[in-house]
């Protein structure tokens, strides 16, 4: 039966299923060889190379361009890979416009290919309409959008960015990481492609890194899929397997990462030990009203500020149970991460104080444990950490 016009939770599980003719199979086969026989000298099968092409990574190349509604898509063998990929579209004196606050390693990908002047990079806060103009005055070729940012779930509007970018004919990718298609579609939007880090909610069992890109048009895809081949960047077939098994729940993960996630922003938000909560649902965030508007739930990503004493910090994210102290997120465990030390040491503290990512900020990738056991979870740890936090003051 076709998966055309069915949910996308219902195509995301029933992606490449009953595909295998020789025997059946319901669940599509692992090709892990490295290489497929020529019929005959001259007449190469489908599939020569598994770098180039391999079935397994094919199928779910498919299902994510499917989920995210483009043209085609490559998978690669880590979300840096996918932005690396899209780096080769930028020529040198090229103008790249970036988010001042965007995950740290792209942020250092994009300052260090920089620097060889390999294209330009200007780093702009992109929720301030000045600074915005000034950048877009440029002419810039690309703009990279990161919503919800990482680590604070700054909210962008793809729509306006979008309009504004194809105003000065400069290609919109959206690093769709922290939502996926599931609670968001950027090509939708007006975005010419999706990049995401597949480590995270796209697998969702922290046991694969790896990476897609997703094009809107096909000679976009086209070229993305010679440069992964070009420059050894695609996923290996393992990963892929293991990545298709998990895309296969991401919708139902996805509601209970969102429900838990829910109740820990509100549990911080009406507590005073708490200096601020980022979470979008919460209808306080700056960016409420529009993630309301062009997302389809609010994720399960939560970050707050504690007081900055690294007493306060320390206890508090050593003393929790059940949220692992990692980098990382979007697998069905809980995790903390202190972003100034953990996933955003690469940035100066310049570039830190300008992203507004302070000693005191914690982040949690919500899991999908039993939400009452989180909740109390973090209390516990809280009251931990508030108490070491005065004593060491008094002291
Ligand atoms: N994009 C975002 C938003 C991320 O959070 C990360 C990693 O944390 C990446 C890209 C890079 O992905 P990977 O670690 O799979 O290379």
């Given amino acids: 039966m076709s998966t055309l016009n069915c949910h996308e939770s219902t195509r995301a599980v029933r992606a490449g299923l009953e595909s295998d003719q020789q025997h059946g199979a319901v669940v599509p086969a692992l090709h892990l060889s490295s290489n497929f026989t020529f019929e005959r000298?001259?007449?190469?099968?489908?599939?020569d190379y598994t770098r180039s092409g391999n079935p397994?990574?094919?199928?779910?190349?498919?299902?994510?361009?499917?989920?995210?509604?483009?043209?085609?898509?490559?998978v690669t063998c880590s979300g840096m890979a996918a932005i690396t990929l899209a780096c080769q579209l930028l020529n040198p004196g090229d103008l790249l416009l970036a988010p001042h606050d965007c995950y740290g390693g792209t942020y250092r990908l994009f300052q260090t290919l920089a620097a060889r002047g390999q294209f330009d990079v200007v780093f702009v806060n992109q929720n301030d309409a000045g600074a915005l103009q000034t950048a877009f005055a440029r002419g810039p070729a690309m703009v990279w959008i990161e919503t919800p940012s990482n680590p604070l779930l700054r909210i962008v509007d793809i729509a306006a960015l979008s309009r504004q970018a194809k105003a000065v004919g400069a290609l919109v990718f959206v690093d769709n990481t922290f939502l996926s298609p599931a609670l968001q579609k950027p090509l939708q939007l007006g975005a010419d492609l999706v990049v995401h880090s597949t480590t995270k909610y796209l697998n969702g069992h922290s046991d694969v890194v790896g990476g897609a890109v997703v094009a809107k048009d096909s000679a976009l895809a086209a070229s993305i899929r010679d440069w992964s081949n070009c420059l050894g960047l695609t996923g290996a077939p393992f990963d892929?397997?293991?990545t298709l098994r998990g895309l296969r729940t991401l919708g139902a993960r996805l509601r209970c990462h969102e429900e838990n996630a829910r109740c820990i922003a509100l549990l911080l938000d009406g507590d005073d030990r708490i200096r601020a909560v980022h979470y979008p649902g919460l209808a306080s965030h700056e960016g409420h009203a529009l993630a309301a508007r062009q997302q389809a739930g609010f994720g399960g990503m939560v970050s707050f500020e504690l007081d900055d004493n690294q007493v306060c910090v320390r206890t508090f994210a050593e003393n929790l149970n059940f949220f692992s102290l990692a980098e990382s997120l979007g697998g069905v465990e809980s995790l903390v991460c202190?972003?100034?030390?953990?996933?955003?040491?690469?940035?100066?503290?310049?570039?830190?104080?300008v992203a507004g990512i302070t000693e005191g900020l914690i982040r949690l990738s919500v899991g999908i444990e039993c939400g009452d056991d989180l909740v109390a979870d973090l209390q516990q740890a809280l009251a931990l950490s508030t108490v070491n936090a005065t004593q060491a003051r008094a002291g």
């Fill in 41 to 47: 000298l001259g007449v190469p099968r489908q599939y």
């Fill in 56 to 74: 397994t990574r094919d199928t779910l190349a498919d299902a994510l361009s499917d989920l995210e509604e483009g043209a085609g898509a490559s």
């Fill in 240 to 242: 892929s397997f293991l």
């Fill in 338 to 353: 202190h972003p100034s030390t953990m996933t955003h040491a690469a940035l100066s503290d310049e570039a830190k104080r």
